[in-house]
């Protein structure tokens, strides 16, 4: 009883503060339905919701020291059912083979793919040959050899091409980024190519949605026509979202100085222009005395500060971060509206839930886990300053300071998490972004709202020139800071429990009241811990078979330096290296005829093609087959893609010269999103156990 009634007094002393937690309870739920490795069913879904919902109900009956625990079990039960009734809200046909032929659909998303290649997001598709009911809600195609010499479609127009089609594939290693389970949530049921051109055969269809995206797109080529290269399409980006202007070569820039996050329509964009609309109407109503001393214009500020949000979230097409980066802001802005303190933890928690509410997947995305970190950490230490009082230099020099520390304590908390997703650590990220975060607040957003407020009268030019200024600034100082020696290194990447521990360890320390408040340094000291002592996998074996990755002394060789660029550059991005897929594969021994390379005992055979393959005459019992093309060998193990289509990507670790396996049907289990063939087979068994 004296154990109880200790753990009652300490929640007690929390009082006041225990609101915070709710989203941290939510996004716990959230994750636990993300992490399994089977998919629950509908009335498992139905019944973590009863567990919630009774939860809530006992919550007062259960006594006032209590109570949170039984609050916050609730919001786990009601993150996970939330969690499991998107998953099946979004569900949608997924396409379940290679399809060659032809393509027909509505251009509703235009930007540009990793390689720098134009892609179109089509709905309403029509494919040759395929039911209704197997038809893909949308595809996306990107557009190579004479379909990228063609004209830009139009938004909303319906085309045709002739395209490859295929799956949204797994992820390129166990554990791996899961595109199939991004596709399931963006309803994108198969992704491909074209090299034919793309024909407009009917024009754009009305319909509101269709119409702001032409709306946004004619914009953004007004911007890029205005201003030259790059610097028209960082403006564009930064005011309507369309990226597609941009170079490879200054994204590389910006992201290597720490600086892409200026061309994301995010909450720096979003607060920025609420705070400067907000100044703005308050200044102006400030300069008519009979209406600043009769009204309530602060206010009124806030809501005309909040229109404008509403307008930019709309001009900048919905995407996932605007809508983020729109709640936080509507949440502060809200809040001075019923003259409550703009910038508070509460205020964070509150937009932290309306978005885990409305997208649960969120959660997993680097964007929500960065742009929250930040803004915590943020209202954290200023919280902390305001009421400690805390002071450094003279009044003059505060907004210098405001800015470094700022800066310092964003890039500190969002350190982790770009380099666990991204595998990279911008050495020089807050000299680039002191360089770069004033200027993008003092002269390009103001000078953005001027263009707006010029266009009526066709002078819109001016607000575009200043802006270009800015932004040609900004991509100066990216390219030169990224051009330093060691100006970013690259890190190996964690497994999915590092970033869970420092994440609830730090935020224990944020939110806790009291000196007990430290013990979420421990969490957070063994998360990073398990980061330094992880071990990349020996062997990698892509899920197409059509490449292998070996770990040598000099770094992870690959079995050909060219083909499955996309695998090979993730899976060096993950061991941490830089080298490129020519580089890797320098690192394979050479030897004549099919690629070979021996671990402990065995010998690893990667068969590129159907020649390679019909070469193969006979195996050994020591020797791993990979291939790329279907084989009929007995005597050793045999990876080719009827195996692999059952595995996906494999992973195997040297253990003493033993080899312990690990498929990505292991690690990710069986989902909504999951797309493995019902029959395993005896070459399957095989494969899983040599």
Same mark, same amino acid.
């Given at each position: ?20 937690? =709710? ?103 029509? =494919? ?563």
């Amino acid at each position: 009883m004296r154990a109880l009634a200790a753990i009652e007094a300490v929640i007690l002393e929390q009082r006041g503060h225990l609101f915070p937690w =709710l989203p941290v309870a939510m996004a716990c739920g959230i994750g636990l339905y993300f992490a399994l490795t089977f998919e629950p069913s509908v009335m498992a879904l139905y019944g973590v919701a009863a567990v919630g919902a009774l939860s809530l109900l006992l919550a007062p009956r259960i006594g006032e020291g209590f109570s949170p625990f039984a609050v916050l079990i609730a919001m786990t039960a009601i993150g996970f059912a939330l969690a499991g009734y998107r998953a099946h809200s979004v569900a949608g046909a997924v396409l379940d083979w290679r399809y060659y032929g032809p393509v027909e659909g509505r251009v509703i998303g235009i930007d540009r793919s990793a390689s720098d290649a134009m892609r179109l997001t089509l709905d309403q598709v029509v =494919l040759s040959r395929v039911g209704p009911s197997e038809t893909p809600e949308r595809v996306r195609v990107s557009l190579h050899g004479t379909a990228a010499d063609g004209g830009r479609p139009k938004p909303g127009q319906r085309v045709m091409t002739t395209a490859h089609l295929s799956p949204p594939g797994g992820p390129v290693e166990p554990g791996g980024f899961d595109f199939q389970r991004h596709a399931w949530f963006g309803q994108l049921g198969a992704v491909g190519y074209t090299r034919v051109p793309v024909l407009a055969i009917e024009e754009a269809q009305p319909g509101i949605g269709l119409a702001i995206f032409r709306v946004r797109m004619a914009i953004s080529a007004h911007v890029r026509a205005a201003l030259p290269g790059d610097i028209g399409g960082f403006a564009a980006a930064v005011t309507t979202g369309d990226r597609s202007g941009m170079s490879a070569e200054a994204l590389e820039a910006l992201r290597a100085s720490n600086t892409a996050h200026l061309l994301a329509i995010s909450g720096l964009h979003m607060g920025l222009l609420s705070a400067f609309v907000f100044g703005l109407l308050r200044y102006s109503f400030a300069l008519i005395p009979w209406v600043a001393l009769r009204w309530p214009t602060r206010n009124l500020s806030a809501i005309g500060a909040l229109i404008v949000a509403a307008g930019y979230l709309m001009l900048s097409g919905g995407n996932v971060a605007t809508e983020r980066a729109f709640v936080m802001a509507a949440v502060a802005l809200t809040a001075i509206v019923v003259n409550r303190r703009a910038l508070s933890i509460r205020a964070v928690a509150i937009a932290a839930l309306i978005v885990l509410t409305m997208r649960p997947e969120t959660l997993l995305s680097p964007g929500f886990q960065m742009s929250f970190a930040a803004t915590t950490a943020l209202v954290a230490v200023f919280g902390w300053m305001r009421d400690a009082k805390f002071r450094a230099g003279p009044n003059w020099l505060q907004p210098v300071i405001g800015v470094v520390v700022s800066s310092a304590v964003a890039g500190l908390a969002t350190a982790p998490i770009g380099a666990a997703h991204f595998n990279a650590i911008a050495h020089y990220g807050l000299l680039a972004n002191l360089l770069s975060v004033p200027l993008m607040g003092l002269l390009v957003v103001p000078a953005a709202v001027l263009a707006a407020l010029l266009a009526p009268l066709g002078l819109q030019f001016v607000g575009l020139w200043l802006m270009g200024l800015g932004l040609r600034w900004i991509l100066w100082v990216a390219e030169t800071v990224s051009a330093l020696d060691g100006a970013r290194s690259f890190v190996a990447g964690p497994s999915a429990l590092v970033l869970p521990l420092v994440a609830l360890g730090l935020l224990f320390v944020i939110l806790w009241q009291g000196r007990a408040r430290w013990i979420g340094v421990a969490p957070a000291f063994v998360g990073m811990a398990l980061w330094q002592v992880e071990t990349r996998p020996t062997i990698l074996i892509a899920e197409t078979g059509g490449l292998v990755g070996v770990m040598t002394a000099e770094g992870r060789a690959v079995s050909k330096a060219r083909g499955a660029g996309f695998i090979a550059s993730n899976w060096l991005e993950n061991d941490g290296d830089s080298s490129t897929q020519a580089q890797a594969a320098e690192r394979w021994p050479s030897s004549e005829g099919p690629a070979r390379i021996i671990i402990g005992e065995t010998e690893i055979v990667h068969l590129s093609g159907k020649k390679a393959a019909r070469a193969l005459k006979s195996c050994r019992p020591d020797q791993l087959i990979v291939a790329s093309t279907p084989i009929a060998q007995t005597g050793c193990v045999v990876l080719d893609p009827e195996a692999l289509r059952r595995t996906g990507a494999i992973a195997i670790d040297n253990q003493d010269g033993r080899l312990v396996w690990r498929t990505t049907r292991e690690v990710t289990g069986t989902r909504l999103w999951s797309r493995w063939p019902e029959e395993t087979g005896k070459r399957l068994a095989r494969a899983s156990d040599p």
